[in-house]
C-alpha cells in the first residue's frame, strides 16, 4: 500500500524522467550560447572603446558583432531557456507525462542549427538590419515551425488535462506560450512582406523588440518566480489580487509599448505617447509581480537564505521592479524619452530585461529543476555562489552605467555636441567591457557546473545543495529546495 504523498512523488518522477533529456538540452545548449553570447558582447564593447581592435577581420566589424550578440542572447540562451522551464512547468503542474519528448528534442536541435546559420549570416554580412530580427529573413519561418513542435504538444497537454483549478503560474506560461508565434510572426511578416515603407518596418521592429519582452521574457519569469516562491518556502503566494492584477496589466499595456521610440519621426502623431503611456504604465504589473513573489520568498527568511533557487530569483525579481521604474523614468515624454532615444540607455535597459530580469529567475528555476531530471544534487555551493556574486555584480554595473552613460550621451546629441557626447560616455564604455568580463567568468562556472550534472556527475544525496556552508537543516526543518510544499502558486479562478 502506497500514501497519496508517495503516490504523487512517482507522479512526478514519471513526469520528470519523461522530460529528462528534451529540458536538459535546451538548459546545457542555452548556457553555451550565453557564452558566447557574452564573448561578442565583449569583442563589440571592446571595439566601441578600440576602433582599431579587430579592424582587419569583416566579421567582426561593430556592427556584425553587436547584432550577433544580441541574437544568441535573445534566441540561444533566453527562448531555450525559457523553452526547458516552461514544459516542465506545465507537465509539472498539469500532472502529465510527456509523449513527446523525441519530437521536442527533434525541433530542440533544429533551432539550435537554425540559430547557428543566422549568427553565421550575420558575421558574413547578409543580416537584416532589423533590431533583433538580424537574421536573415528566410530563418525566421523555420524558427516558427521549430518552435510549433515545441509549444503545441505543451498546449495540448495543457487542454486534456483534469479538470480542477488554474494557476497563476499556468497563467504567465500559457500566456508567454502563446503571445510568442504572434509577436514573431506579426513582425517577420510586416517587415519583411509588407516592408515597402520604411517608417513602417522601422515602428513594428521598435514594436516587436519591446513585445518580446513584457510578453514572453517577463511572463516567463514571472510563471517561474510563482512556482518557485511557494514550491521553496512551503507558504502560499502573498496576494491573489496583485498576481491578477499583474497578469492582466501586463497583457494589456504590454503590447502598445514601443511606439515611444519613434517620437518625432512622421507617423501618426498618437502612437509615439500611446507607446510612452504604456511604457510608463507597464511599471504597475511589473511592480505588482515583484511585490507578490518577494513577500513570498522571504516569508521563510532561514530558507530564503540557504536556497539558491530563491537566491537567483529573488535577484532577477528586484531587476523586475527595477526595470519598472527604470522604464518609467526614461520613457517621459517631453523629458528623458529625448535623451534615451538615440543612445545606448536602450542596451542598459535591454541587459537588465533579458539578463537582469528573466536570466537570473531562470538561474533559479534550472538551479531547482536540474537535480529532480538527474537525480543528483549539485556538485559545489561555492561555484553556484561564485555564479550569483560575479553575475549580480556584472549586471547591476552594466545596467547602471549604460543607463546613466547612455543619458549622458542623449545630452550631447541634444545639444549637438557630438564629441563631447561620445567622450562623456566614454569611461561608461570601459567600465561595462569590465563587467562584462566577471559576467563571463560566472557563466563559466555554471556551464562547466550544468555539464557535470548533464553528464550525472553530480553528487548523490537527499538534501539539496544550500549556500550557506552545507548546511541542511535549521529549527525549522529541512531548509532549501523542498519538493513537497504544496501545489506550488496561487489559484486563478
Not at 531530471?373 to 550569483?388: A, D, G, Q, V, Y
Given at each position: 500500500m502506497t500514501t497519496p504523498a508517495q503516490n504523487d512523488a512517482l507522479v512526478r518522477s514519471a513526469i520528470d524522467r519523461s522530460l529528462r533529456h528534451p529540458v536538459m538540452f535546451f538548459f546545457t545548449s542555452a548556457a553555451a550560447w550565453l557564452a558566447v553570447s557574452i564573448l561578442l558582447g565583449i569583442i563589440a564593447m571592446t571595439k566601441m572603446v578600440s576602433p582599431e581592435f579587430l579592424d582587419g577581420a569583416a566579421p567582426f566589424t561593430i556592427g556584425r558583432v553587436y547584432a550577433a550578440h544580441i541574437t544568441t542572447l535573445v534566441y540561444g540562451w533566453g527562448c531555450q531557456a525559457a523553452f526547458g522551464v516552461l514544459i516542465w512547468l506545465v507537465a509539472r503542474l498539469t500532472r502529465l507525462e510527456s509523449t513527446s519528448s523525441g519530437l521536442v528534442l527533434a525541433a530542440g536541435h533544429a533551432w539550435n542549427l537554425l540559430i547557428f546559420i543566422g549568427v553565421t549570416a550575420i558575421h558574413l554580412g547578409y543580416g537584416t538590419g532589423v533590431p533583433w530580427m538580424e537574421m536573415p529573413k528566410l530563418v525566421w519561418p523555420a524558427l516558427l515551425a521549430a518552435y510549433g513542435l515545441i509549444a503545441i504538444w505543451t498546449m495540448i497537454q495543457f487542454r486534456i488535462r483534469a479538470t480542477g483549478p488554474v494557476y497563476v503560474t499556468q497563467w504567465f506560461a500559457i500566456g508567454s506560450l502563446i503571445w510568442l508565434p504572434w509577436i514573431m510572426g506579426t513582425a517577420w511578416f510586416v517587415i519583411f512582406f509588407m516592408g515597402d515603407n520604411a517608417l513602417f518596418s522601422a515602428a513594428v521592429a521598435s514594436w516587436f523588440r519591446s513585445a518580446m519582452i513584457y510578453l514572453f521574457f517577463v511572463p516567463t519569469a514571472a510563471a517561474a518566480a510563482y512556482y518557485l516562491a511557494p514550491k521553496v518556502t512551503g507558504k502560499p503566494v502573498h496576494s491573489y489580487s496583485l498576481s491578477a492584477v499583474g497578469f492582466w496589466a501586463l497583457a494589456f499595456l504590454g503590447p502598445w509599448t514601443g511606439f515611444q521610440k519613434l517620437t518625432g519621426a512622421p507617423i501618426p502623431y498618437f502612437l509615439p505617447y500611446v507607446g510612452a503611456a504604456a511604457a510608463v504604465l507597464v511599471g504597475v504589473p511589473l511592480i505588482a509581480i515583484a511585490i507578490s513573489t518577494l513577500r513570498t520568498m522571504v516569508s521563510d527568511p532561514a530558507r530564503f537564505s540557504a536556497s539558491p533557487s530563491l537566491r537567483f530569483a529573488s535577484a532577477?525579481?528586484?531587476?523586475?521592479?527595477?526595470?519598472?521604474?527604470?522604464?518609467?523614468?526614461?520613457?517621459?515624454?517631453?523629458?528623458?524619452l529625448p535623451l534615451s532615444q538615440?543612445?545606448?540607455?536602450?542596451y542598459g535597459m535591454d541587459i537588465l530585461s533579458i539578463y537582469g530580469c528573466f536570466s537570473f529567475v531562470m538561474f533559479g528555476a534550472i538551479y531547482f529543476i536540474v537535480p529532480r531530471?538527474?537525480?543528483?544534487?549539485?556538485?559545489?555551493?561555492?561555484?553556484?555562489?561564485?555564479?550569483?556574486l560575479l553575475s549580480m555584480y556584472g549586471v547591476v554595473t552594466i545596467a547602471l552605467l549604460a543607463v546613466l552613460g547612455g543619458l549622458l550621451h542623449g545630452q550631447g546629441q541634444e545639444s549637438f555636441m557630438f564629441e563631447w557626447s561620445a567622450t562623456r560616455a566614454y569611461p561608461y564604455q570601459i567600465a561595462?567591457?569590465?563587467?562584462?568580463?566577471?559576467?563571463?567568468?560566472?557563466?563559466?562556472f555554471f556551464f562547466v557546473h550544468l555539464l557535470f550534472m548533464w553528464a550525472r556527475l553530480g553528487r548523490r544525496s537527499n538534501h539539496p545543495t544550500l549556500l550557506p556552508h552545507g548546511h541542511h537543516d535549521s529549527p525549522h526543518g529541512p531548509v532549501g529546495d523542498i519538493d513537497n510544499a504544496g501545489p506550488g502558486t496561487v489559484i486563478v479562478h
Open positions: 532577477g525579481i528586484v531587476c523586475m521592479f527595477v526595470l519598472g521604474l527604470c522604464g518609467t523614468l526614461i520613457n517621459i515624454p517631453e523629458s528623458t538615440f543612445s545606448f540607455s536602450q531530471l538527474t537525480r543528483r544534487e549539485w556538485l559545489s555551493s561555492r561555484m553556484i555562489n561564485w555564479h550569483f561595462t567591457l569590465v563587467a562584462w568580463c566577471f559576467v563571463l567568468i560566472s557563466n563559466l
